[in-house]
């Protein structure tokens, strides 16, 4: 069986495995925005929120209400039991009047048509747009995406799914190119079973969700490719998109771009030529949407978020060393308690700078540090109410490609391998 062929084998069970997990849920609040971007450009026409569009992402009250209560709108066709009407109904008589916009969502400089505030996803426009082709399918078969959550929520997920299987089945083509297909593929089946890949990237649309797959393929691309233009050209896009979903994935793509001016010019020259336009991109979104190219939604509503959380608003308050060992060992956020088999990339970093054969992973040991990094000094390091490893979930393709250099070593031992095979399931409950 070819390499190909297996990948796409590889893919498939993903595929399965992920779907396995149940429905989506409309209620994660941080994937909320990036569900109905595909939403806004179908109806709207652009990649920004009014209360009106999107009731689900802002804050409602009832104006004759003598204290502020918050009122959840999921929808304007749905309605409180007690009051017998839609939600729509209730607006039109002047029973519903806007609170306040969720967190996730930054005001724009821009205006709607008729007046309204715009708002954007603080998360940014590309991770959404990933559901744009299953949400356009969706359309044209007759869903109701304005009307009914959950069916958004659907489409979300099943991209979601989507390209965490994908990101799966590239670690296993970039693997299989430097030890023999059984042992890329074990590799394969525990970093897609045993990380936090299934339990939190294939559930929901999150913003590390396309990232990690656009990591993987960019990752893929180095490792892999051998034509220098068409390699070079595919990594500067997948490495540009991964920046695009979180601008802190620039530093993988940088790490690359080193590793092939070093290796291949012409190689370097077709990623940096590849990925310009992704990155002029982003920066006329922010000069539209904000009034400068460079402020990101992240950022601008990062410190009101960090003052809610902490009392401070500085964003980058939290001690190295407390993120890392939260990040890496804590009981319920730790990367090596729930996927101790990560341990095995950092005995494979020190080997891929002793052996030759694994050179095209040395850039590895340089982007994942540098991609944790500012995980572990941002002021939310533990990534809100959740189990797990979240915020550095999209380092896991790349620690994965680094366990690489070990996995000989580990299959000559006969306990050290069953230790790495027998890595815990990472199922969702």
Request: proline residues 7%; aromatic residues 12%.
């Given at each position: 069986?070819?390499?190909?062929?297996?990948?796409?084998?590889?893919?498939?069970?993903?595929?399965?495995?992920?779907?396995?997990?149940?429905?989506?849920?409309?209620?994660?609040?941080?994937?909320?925005?990036?569900?109905?971007?595909?939403?806004?450009?179908?109806?709207?026409?652009?990649?920004?929120?009014?209360?009106?569009?999107?009731?689900?992402?802002?804050?409602?009250?009832?104006?004759?209400?003598?204290?502020?209560?918050?009122?959840?709108?999921?929808?304007?066709?749905?309605?409180?039991?007690?009051?017998?009407?839609?939600?729509?109904?209730?607006?039109?008589?002047?029973?519903?009047?806007?609170?306040?916009?969720?967190y996730y969502l930054a005001p724009?400089?821009?205006?709607?048509?008729?007046?309204?505030?715009?708002?954007?996803?603080?998360?940014?426009?590309?991770?959404?747009?990933?559901?744009?082709?299953?949400?356009?399918?969706?359309?044209?078969?007759?869903?109701?995406?304005?009307?009914?959550?959950?069916?958004?929520?659907?489409?979300?997920?099943?991209?979601?799914?989507?390209?965490?299987?994908?990101?799966?089945?590239?670690?296993?083509?970039?693997?299989?190119?430097?030890?023999?297909?059984?042992?890329?593929?074990?590799?394969?089946?525990?970093?897609?079973?045993?990380?936090?890949?299934?339990?939190?990237?294939?559930?929901?649309?999150?913003?590390?969700?396309?990232?990690?797959?656009?990591?993987?393929?960019?990752?893929?691309?180095?490792?892999?490719?051998?034509?220098?233009?068409?390699?070079?050209?595919?990594?500067?896009?997948?490495?540009?998109?991964?920046?695009?979903?979180?601008?802190?994935?620039?530093?993988?793509?940088?790490?690359?771009?080193?590793?092939?001016?070093?290796?291949?010019?012409?190689?370097?020259?077709?990623?940096?030529?590849?990925?310009?336009?992704?990155?002029?991109?982003?920066?006329?979104?922010?000069?539209?949407?904000?009034?400068?190219?460079?402020?990101?939604?992240?950022?601008?509503?990062?410190?009101?978020?960090?003052?809610?959380?902490?009392?401070?608003?500085?964003?980058?308050?939290?001690?190295?060393?407390?993120?890392?060992?939260?990040?890496?060992?804590?009981?319920?956020?730790?990367?090596?308690?729930?996927?101790?088999?990560?341990?095995?990339?950092?005995?494979?970093?020190?080997?891929?700078?002793?052996?030759?054969?694994?050179?095209?992973?040395?850039?590895?040991?340089?982007?994942?540090?540098?991609?944790?990094?500012?995980?572990?000094?941002?002021?939310?390091?533990?990534?809100?109410?959740?189990?797990?490893?979240?915020?550095i979930v999209d380092s896991t393709p790349l620690l994965a490609l680094?366990?690489?250099?070990?996995?000989?070593?580990?299959?000559?031992?006969?306990?050290?391998?069953?230790?790495?095979?027998?890595?815990?399931?990472?199922?969702?409950?």
């Open positions: 069986m070819t390499d190909a062929r297996a990948a796409g084998c590889v893919f498939l069970v993903a595929l399965v495995v992920y779907l396995s997990s149940g429905p989506a849920i409309p209620e994660s609040q941080d994937t909320i925005a990036n569900a109905y971007i595909p939403v806004s450009v179908l109806f709207d026409g652009d990649l920004a929120f009014t209360a009106l569009e999107a009731p689900i992402m802002f804050v409602w009250r009832d104006p004759a209400a003598r204290e502020p209560v918050p009122i959840d709108v999921p929808s304007w066709r749905y309605g409180p039991a007690s009051a017998g009407e839609s939600y729509g109904q209730l607006y039109l008589k002047g029973r519903l009047e806007v609170l306040t916009p969720r724009s400089i821009r205006a709607s048509r008729d007046g309204q505030p715009l708002f954007v996803s603080a998360f940014g426009p590309i991770a959404g747009l990933t559901a744009l082709p299953l949400a356009a399918a969706a359309h044209l078969l007759g869903a109701d995406l304005l009307g009914d959550p959950f069916t958004v929520a659907r489409l979300a997920k099943w991209t979601a799914v989507l390209l965490a299987a994908g990101s799966v089945a590239m670690v296993y083509l970039a693997a299989a190119a430097m030890i023999p297909w059984r042992r890329a593929l074990l590799l394969a089946a525990v970093f897609g079973l045993g990380s936090c890949v299934w339990t939190t990237s294939s559930q929901s649309l999150w913003q590390q969700t396309p990232e990690l797959f656009f990591l993987s393929v960019g990752a893929a691309c180095v490792v892999r490719g051998n034509g220098a233009w068409v390699r070079g050209a595919a990594a500067g896009l997948a490495f540009g998109a991964a920046a695009a979903c979180r601008p802190t994935a620039a530093v993988v793509g940088l790490a690359a771009a080193g590793y092939l001016a070093l290796s291949d010019r012409r190689c370097a020259v077709a990623c940096a030529a590849a990925a310009l336009p992704i990155v002029l991109s982003v920066l006329a979104y922010n000069q539209y949407y904000f009034g400068s190219p460079l402020e990101f939604g992240q950022l601008k509503v990062g410190a009101t978020l960090a003052q809610m959380k902490t009392g401070s608003p500085e964003m980058w308050q939290t001690p190295l060393w407390l993120g890392a060992a939260g990040l890496l060992a804590s009981p319920s956020r730790g990367l090596l308690v729930y996927s101790p088999f990560f341990a095995a990339a950092f005995a494979g970093a020190a080997i891929a700078w002793r052996d030759p054969k694994y050179l095209r992973l040395r850039f590895l040991t340089v982007a994942v540090p540098a991609l944790w990094l500012p995980a572990f000094a941002w002021f939310d390091w533990w990534g809100g109410w959740t189990y797990g490893y979240r915020p680094l366990c690489v250099p070990g996995i000989d070593w580990l299959a000559s031992r006969t306990v050290w391998g069953a230790a790495f095979a027998a890595a815990p399931l990472e199922r969702p409950t």
